[in-house]
Structure formats: structure tokens, C-alpha cells
């Protein structure tokens, strides 16, 4: 059970663009389409943003969305915001039976 | 809406055991499987255990397999887990998330409950 690779940081500016790499193995993240990502701020209970790769909850904004390809999935967030500053976890149900979490990713909005 | 209020964290001695709560309301508690989730002091999300929706079926992370277990009484929508043995690395948040039917994912989370492992 090996935790997801994410990056540690990430940043940019408000307005701009950012991806969020999670990397896994083909008994994880390349073996379902079962990713999801959350938004975490310290204290705060966890968010989710995507699910199932692409999909998105009624209530988060457009400017969410996930993707995968092979052993990899991304969280790509559009028009950055001041509000997007948090932590963000990848996770994957692992073919155990069990899930998987990243590292998680903190998100610096400059 | 549905609502999630974990209890029962506080400081225990190492070797010792606790009992976590998770009082749920808002939705039908029976038809959702529910996970636990912790995150140590500046570390990242941990995956626990899961228990399905009839508490029939348990997996649990190897971190804590043989000193955990989750459990669930519908009747009272409370689910719970009971660690054992428990060891300083087990310091933590619990929190305690959904999963919708069918589905693969924590769609709610409670606030979490605080757990330390000290002597």
C-alpha cells in the first residue's frame, strides 16, 4: 500500500493555470477509473472536488477538473483564485480491495 | 444534507485502547458503506478502514490491520472503530467520510476527532 506521488508544491497567480500530478501503479490508479481529489484547509473537514477521474459534484466549480492516462491522473485547475490556497489529496481504490491516498500537494496561490 | 460528527478522541498511553464515534444524519446511514481516515501532526490523508454498507464486509490499511476494527450499528447510525494496541504513530485527526452506494469515493466528511498516543 504505497501512498500516490504527488507533487509536495505547487504555485502560480491568480488567473492562471495549474495542473496537479498523482502517480500510481496498474493495481491502483491505472487499473480503475476510480480517482478522486479533495481540497483540504488545515482544520477544515476534506472537500470533494473530482470524482471518478473527470467528474465533478453539483457545487464545485467549473474550473475543477481531473483527468488519467495510464498510471497517472491529474487535478487541473483553471483561473486561479485566492481561494483555491490549500492542501489537495489524490486517492485510489486499489485492486486489495483498500484505497490509496497521495501525499497531497500544497497549492500556493502567489 | 448529510452530517457527520465524529467523538470519543482525547489522550490514551501507549499500548492502551480507544473507541471512536461517528454520529451520522441527513441521509439513509444503512445504504452507505463509510470509511475512516486519519492525518498525523504535518503529515498527509491516511486511509483507514472501510465497512460496507450492512457491516458485513471490513478492509483495513496494514498500518493498523489486527489493531483496528470498524464497525457500524444502523440502527443507531453510528459507526464506529475501536483501536487497540495503540502506538504513537497512531497520534492523529480521524475523520470519518462516506462512501455512496455503489460508488468509490468520500463524498462527506465529519470535522474530525483528535487522537494522541502519549505516555
Known amino acids: 500500500q504505497s501512498a500516490l506521488t504527488q507533487p509536495a508544491s505547487a504555485s502560480g497567480s491568480p488567473g492562471q493555470s495549474i495542473t496537479i500530478s498523482c502517480t500510481g501503479t496498474s493495481s491502483d490508479v491505472g487499473g480503475y477509473e476510480y480517482v478522486s481529489w479533495y481540497q483540504h484547509h488545515p482544520g477544515k473537514a476534506p472537500k470533494l472536488m473530482i470524482y471518478d477521474v473527470s467528474s465533478r459534484p453539483s457545487g464545485v466549480s467549473d474550473r475543477f477538473s481531473g483527468s488519467k492516462s495510464g498510471n497517472s491522473a491529474s487535478l487541473i485547475i483553471d483561473g486561479l483564485q485566492a481561494e483555491d490556497e490549500a492542501d489537495y489529496y489524490c486517492?485510489?481504490?486499489?485492486?486489495?480491495?483498500?484505497?490509496?491516498f497521495g501525499g497531497g500537494t500544497k497549492l500556493t496561490v502567489l | 444534507q448529510a452530517h457527520l460528527v465524529e467523538s470519543g478522541g482525547g489522550v490514551v498511553q501507549p499500548g492502551r485502547s480507544l473507541r471512536l464515534s461517528c454520529a451520522a444524519s441527513g441521509f439513509t446511514f444503512s445504504h452507505c458503506a463509510m470509511h475512516w481516515v486519519r492525518q498525523a501532526p504535518g503529515k498527509g490523508l491516511e486511509w483507514v478502514a472501510i465497512i460496507s454498507y450492512d457491516g458485513t464486509s471490513e478492509f483495513y490499511a496494514d498500518s493498523v490491520k489486527g489493531r483496528f476494527t470498524i464497525s457500524r450499528d444502523n440502527s443507531k447510525k453510528t459507526l464506529y472503530l475501536q483501536m487497540n494496541s495503540l502506538i504513537p504513530e497512531d497520534t492523529a485527526v480521524y475523520y470519518c467520510a462516506r462512501n455512496p452506494y455503489g460508488d468509490y469515493y468520500f463524498d462527506y466528511w465529519g470535522q474530525g476527532t483528535l487522537v494522541t498516543v502519549s505516555s
Open positions: 486517492t485510489s481504490y486499489t485492486s486489495s480491495g483498500t484505497w490509496v
